[in-house]
């Protein structure tokens, strides 16, 4: 008897050590491996999305997303996380089944995998006027695109009640991170191809520009906005291929929010080459981060990322 309580009393003294290391470090451990088996937060990970926007047909597959670094932050350690190393999200998991991002000088619950299916959590920040509703949708969803078939994959929606189409979506595989995110305005990114704690998905990965140029028809040509990132003024510049198409540029943040419109009619054949002065609709300056343009032409479009720096 004293043998076996000295076992489970050291069990225990494990199981704690591992907990308040995990709190710590801001690794999970392997014992309890549900956060970063959904969201892996590994230096040297990649995801790659390609874009659809409501159902019809592939545009570019150029949105990529990346860990880049750890960083200490109020104590804990979080890791760098997002498209572009200058503007990066930090998160963190713990040993429950939580990932914490630290916004707005403060950490926070951002995904929380131990709810069942059909219960809520609430993110609010208000500085940032953020107040999302975060409801878990389904933990047996099945995606598939190009990096493959996923299974058992949890699905979340975060909806601010408070904000008009601001609903969005991620659906998160064991094992790979977000397999798919269903953004405002009909916006889909799909994964189409990633490298996840040494592990690639799908085992042959294709050309993204190639696919990319093969999925939309050559209406139109988008070029990389100058200067770039933005601190002031940038310029936009496309070219048409044909008459009398029914053109529309519109800048949106990373969770397809529409940010500003800035073509939104009928132009002809040619070179076009818009100035945007990093300002919203209501003519507010844009804060410092990540946005993509998107240049719509009918029924297809391209889409560029381009940084604000203030």
């Not at 069990?11 to 956060?35: K, N, Q, R, T």
């Not at 089944?97 to 619950?109: A, M, N, P, Q």
């Not at 690639?200 to 050309?207: A, I, L, R, W």
């Not at 999925?215 to 200067?227: D, I, R, V």
Request: negative net charge; hydrophobic residues 40%.
């Amino acid at each position: 008897m004293r043998k076996m309580g000295a076992l489970f009393l050291g069990l225990l003294l494990l199981a704690l050590l591992v907990y308040i290391d995990s709190h710590e470090s801001g690794h999970a451990s392997p014992l309890f491996s549900e956060s970063q088996s959904f969201f892996p937060l590994q230096i040297g990970n990649e995801w790659t999305y390609y874009l659809v926007e409501g159902g019809v047909g592939d545009t570019t597959a150029d949105v990529f997303y990346f860990v880049f670094d750890t960083v200490s932050l109020d104590g804990r350690r979080y890791f760098a996380y997002g498209e572009d190393s200058n503007f990066p999200e930090y998160y963190r998991a713990d040993s429950l089944g939580h990932v914490f991002r630290y916004i707005d000088g403060s950490e926070t619950i951002w995904f929380d995998f131990t709810k069942a299916e059909g219960d809520s959590y609430q993110i609010d920040l208000p500085s940032l006027k953020i107040h999302y509703r975060v409801r878990v949708l389904g933990r047996n969803e099945v995606v598939e695109n190009r990096a493959g078939r996923f299974e058992n994959c949890l699905r979340l929606l975060f909806d601010d009640p408070n904000q008009f189409d601001d609903a969005f979506e991620l659906w998160f595989a064991r094992d790979v991170g977000i397999v798919k995110r269903f953004l405002p305005h009909a916006i889909v990114q799909q994964l189409y191809s990633a490298k996840v704690n040494g592990r690639t998905y799908p085992d042959t990965v294709v050309s993204a520009q190639s696919e990319g140029d093969r999925a939309c028809p050559k209406l139109s040509f988008l070029l990389q906005n100058y200067p770039n990132p933005v601190n002031a003024n940038t310029v936009i510049q496309y070219f048409l291929f044909a008459d009398f198409q029914d053109v529309r540029l519109k800048i949106y943040d990373t969770y397809g929010r529409e940010v500003a419109t800035l073509v939104d009619e009928m132009q002809v054949q040619g070179d076009h080459r818009v100035c945007w002065s990093g300002v919203d609709n209501d003519g507010i300056p844009v804060a410092s981060g990540i946005y993509l343009y998107k240049l719509q032409v009918g029924h297809f479009h391209l889409v560029r990322k381009l940084g604000v720096l203030r």
